[in-house]
């Protein structure tokens, strides 16, 4: 409902500020369910000062620490985030886009995130097809779109 959305943008402003400092990043990376509900809420196409708030906390986060980067893959965020550079606002491209780029830094000789285009093999062709499995309608077809370009 529209109080509900109220409500939770009001939420994600304060976490904003939180997320600004180290102690506050780390308390929310730390929430075990933090990350993926800030990646569902990248989700909700109906609120787009939510997402743009979202973002920010997770852009954020991404920029500052590999453990939630990892967080943040395990999430579900790339399909999330290749979503939003087609169809967000200019700022939720924006950082929809460095927060991809954050998720394939190479951390001490070690990539953080597989490559977002490539090849794939036997086993990740099966963690595919889960995953277009839980998939709505749209966001497959956003999938097929980028996969296309």
């Not at 509900?4 to 997320?19: C, F, G, K, P």
């Not at 369910?33 to 852009?59: F, G, R, T």
């Not at 086993?123 to 097929?144: F, T, Y």
Request: with cysteine.
């Amino acid at each position: 409902t529209l109080g509900d959305m109220e409500v939770s943008e009001r939420i994600l402003a304060i976490l904003t500020n939180i997320v600004s400092v180290s102690q506050g990043r780390n308390a929310i990376g730390a929430a075990l369910e933090s990350i993926p509900i800030l990646v569902d809420v990248l989700n909700w196409s109906d609120s787009q000062k939510c997402q743009e708030k979202a973002i920010y906390i997770l852009m954020l986060m991404a920029h500052k620490g590999c453990g939630d980067r990892k967080a943040m893959i395990e999430a579900g965020i790339e399909s999330s985030l290749l979503e939003l550079t087609l169809v967000g606002s200019a700022l939720v491209q924006k950082r929809a886009s460095r927060i991809l780029e954050c998720l394939r830094v190479v951390d001490k000789g070690k990539q953080v995130s597989a490559p977002i285009y490539g090849t794939s093999s036997s086993s990740s062709s099966l963690g595919r097809v889960k995953d277009e499995i839980r998939m709505s309608d749209e966001r497959r077809a956003v999938k097929q779109l980028v996969e296309q370009s």
